[in-house]
């Protein structure tokens, strides 16, 4: 594959701007995608609605019914759909940046079972409301990333090592859950399993809006890191050369990436395989070097919206759970990745 030297924009006299004509047409296309994907959302279903009572609706000039239907029931989902999809891109663009390994995505090295274990243990063991479980949610991944973080230090944190633990920690925690939900009653461990799922089905703006706020917080000092990102994969040795405080920063991007897979799992609980694939589906169509943080949260704020699309729309009266969609496709996704992988001799 081919790469494209960067060109670089400079704004004002201290930031600096590196991106590509492909990169950016290509985040181009796929945000003007899950735009269209997003206004199919919101006028289609059981009560359809016009593009003119949507638009009337969306400027506070539609009549109650519409208003109910697009303001109050499809537009909170389809937010919390795009805020996770943004992201789990983005942070499964960091960890496989940081691991240099297309499988360091964080439900694969288990932050995403660490929040699960929290959220389970919340509402097995004390009944805990949806918010008690959104904060449990995001202390587990934060448990877990510290875990495997230490388990893999050794002099530094190697990407195959920081897999290999996590892969382990991973296979753990969902014994643990599986213990929890074997131990709870049946009114729990149905709530639980509901959660476990992950879906988007009854979310509101409760859910939304904390996403949205962790998110103008996040992904701004996320972008400003991406930089370093770069940097880091050329070595510690070189990154150390060129001014970086490797560890220091190694650190920061793990702990920003945790707190975006944490609120998004607080939100709809784990969403497989997104932050998997998102960046790697961006990363090939763009052909671009680097961690490419941009194109991976706007690759996975689509995909999460076209599958939600499709388990709401496409299996007829049966509604899926989008969760069960994107584990379905993410799994062939991963099954060919390892092959591709093997063959390649790098698993």
């Given at each position: 594959m081919?790469?494209?030297?960067?060109?670089?924009l400079g704004i004002g006299d201290r930031i600096r701007l590196r991106y590509t004509p492909r990169a950016v047409l290509v985040c181009a296309l796929t945000a003007l995608a899950a735009i269209v994907v997003l206004v199919l959302s919101?006028?289609?279903?059981?009560?359809?609605?016009s593009l003119g009572e949507l638009f009337a609706s969306l400027v506070g000039q539609g009549d109650r019914a519409t208003d109910f239907i697009v303001l109050d029931l499809r537009m909170p989902r389809l937010l919390v759909a795009m805020g996770v999809?943004?992201?789990?891109?983005?942070?499964?663009?960091?960890?496989?940046?940081?691991?240099?390994n297309p499988l360091g995505s964080p439900d694969i090295i288990g932050f995403n079972w660490g929040a699960s274990a929290a959220a389970v243990a919340a509402i097995t063991f004390f009944g805990a409301s949806a918010f008690a479980t959104s904060l449990a949610a995001i202390l587990g991944g934060a448990l877990a990333a510290i875990v495997v973080y230490l388990l893999a230090f050794q002099r530094g944190v190697q990407g195959y090592r920081l897999i290999l633990c996590g892969i382990g920690i991973s296979a753990m925690l969902t014994s643990v859950v599986h213990y929890l939900l074997s131990r709870a009653d049946l009114a729990e461990a149905t709530q639980a399993q509901v959660w476990l799922t992950g879906t988007l089905n009854g979310r509101g703006w409760e859910q939304a809006t904390p996403l949205w706020i962790a998110l103008v917080v996040l992904?701004?000092?996320l972008a400003v890191y991406g930089r370093r990102l770069n940097v880091l994969e050329m070595g510690d040795e070189t990154a150390s050369a060129l001014g970086i405080r490797v560890e220091t920063t190694r650190v920061i991007l793990i702990v920003l990436g945790v707190f975006l897979t944490g609120m998004s799992t607080a939100a709809c609980g784990p969403i497989m395989f997104i932050a998997l694939t998102a960046p790697?589906?961006?990363?090939?169509?763009?052909?671009?070097?680097?961690a490419g943080i941009t194109?991976?949260?706007?690759?996975?704020?689509?995909?999460?919206?076209?599958?939600?699309?499709?388990?709401?729309?496409?299996?007829?009266?049966?509604?899926?759970?989008?969760?069960?969609?994107?584990?379905?496709?993410?799994?062939?996704?991963?099954?060919w990745l390892l092959a591709r992988e093997w063959k390649a001799g790098r698993s």
């Open positions: 081919t790469s494209v030297r960067p060109r670089t919101l006028s289609t279903g059981d009560y359809p609605v999809g943004l992201a789990l891109g983005a942070s499964g663009a960091v960890f496989q940046s940081l691991t240099r992904l701004p000092v790697q589906i961006a990363r090939r169509l763009t052909r671009s070097t680097g194109a991976g949260a706007i690759m996975g704020a689509f995909l999460l919206l076209l599958s939600d699309f499709v388990a709401q729309r496409v299996f007829g009266d049966t509604e899926l759970p989008v969760g069960v969609l994107t584990a379905a496709v993410g799994g062939l996704y991963l099954a």
